[in-house]
């Protein structure tokens, strides 16, 4: 895998709108837009910094809750996230390590292939890996 690229740090919020405003006039960071992942129960606005992105994370009002079921109720820092060239054999050399992917994953996330882990095999650390977002 190399020298890991940190590619994100995920924040849950409960309104995003304000959240967006909020660290776009504190800190001059550009945002992406929002994407409403219906699918995963989840509304997420990428802010680009210089040297990482900002992932806010709000959880919809959705029978979907599996955004939620993988990074929990509470509000604040989440998870961070580390780019990969290969999701798929980034897992399998995690498993060799005793690292477990939890269910569900590898899967098509907001930023192309991801993979969140079991946190009592990560230091109790969400860790998600994610690889690029394939254009034709």
Known sequence: MGLPYVDHIGIIVENLEKSIAFFTSLF?????????????GLRIATLKAKNIDIELIQYKKTE??????????????????IKTDNVEAS??????????????????????????????????????????????
């Open 91 to 136: 897992v399998k050399e995690f498993q060799k390590k005793g690292i477990k992917v939890m269910e569900g994953f590898p899967r098509t996330g907001s930023h192309g292939s991801v993979a969140f882990f079991e946190q009592e095999t990560t230091q109790k650390i969400l860790l998600e890996i994610c690889g690029e977002i394939k254009t034709r």
């Open 64 to 81: 979907n809750n599996f955004g939620k079921k993988i990074m929990g109720k509470t509000i604040g820092v989440n998870h961070f996230s």
């Open 28 to 40: 001059g960071l550009k945002s992406t837009g929002i994407k409403e992942m219906d699918e995963v």
